[in-house]
């Protein structure tokens, strides 16, 4: 069964860079690795998607090893409105597959 | 506002009644999801459609539930015989074949 491995929560101080891994076995050799924001009450927000080594775009950058067994997502200068739970997301056999998720909190 | 709407935000139901639930997605976007979440968990993929054709259902989905796709644009979810252990967030999302998933506002429904 695939299944994703996540920190439960992580802290960090605005101004901060963020890195949040996730680990996720069975990937299929095709498919992408997407990373979302959720607030509260609201439905996920894409952030960013890659494949392999690194991609980024204007809020963020993603590293993929060459296995593609895990992911990082990164996130530079952190503010108080990044506090959120963020997900990665694979498929396997056509399943998507979400990860448990992190909750970032960022302080003053 | 992402461009999806769902339809009821929020559903009280009596366990045993049948709720049904309408997604309507970015209207360009040939493929449309439907998840379920519960509180401090990540969703949980329930099914997708590429334009009419349901192409893939969670092994582990009951058959109590059903989803449509008739002409290709709007979906609705079906859940019969409801049980409170299907009180959840059910979200809808779509987008084009290997592009971002836009979500919907979700519905949340209570099962008493």
């Known amino acids: 069964l695939a299944k994703t491995t996540q920190p439960i929560s992580m802290d960090s101080y605005e101004g901060q860079e963020v890195n949040i891994t996730c680990s996720h076995n069975?990937?299929?050799?095709?498919?992408?690795i997407t990373w979302y924001q959720q607030f509260p009450s609201q439905g996920p927000r894409f952030i960013i998607q890659g494949y392999k080594t690194k991609v980024t775009n204007e809020v963020a950058s993603l590293f993929i090893p060459a296995d593609r067994k895990s992911s990082t997502l990164s996130l530079p200068r952190v503010s108080l409105s990044d506090t959120a739970v963020y997900y990665c997301l694979f498929a396997v056999n056509y399943q998507l597959i979400w990860g448990a998720g992190t909750k970032l909190i960022i302080k003053p | 506002d992402t461009g999806v709407s769902q339809d009821p935000r929020h559903k009280i139901t009596k366990r045993g009644q049948n709720v049904t639930f309408r997604c309507d997605p970015i209207?360009?976007?040939?493929?449309l999801y439907w998840y379920r979440q519960t509180l401090g968990q990540g969703p949980e993929f329930l099914t997708y459609f590429q334009n009419e054709a349901q192409l893939e259902k969670s092994r582990l989905l009951s058959d109590r539930f059903s989803a449509e796709r008739p002409k290709g644009s709007f979906s609705t979810l079906e859940i019969q015989r409801t049980e409170q252990g299907d009180s959840a967030m059910y979200l809808c999302?779509?987008?084009?074949?290997?592009?971002?998933?836009?979500f919907g506002p979700g519905t949340r429904l209570t099962v008493l």
């Open positions: 999302a779509s987008s084009v074949a290997g592009g971002e998933q836009f």
């Open positions: 209207s360009e976007h040939n493929r």
């Open positions: 069975n990937i299929a050799t095709n498919d992408y």
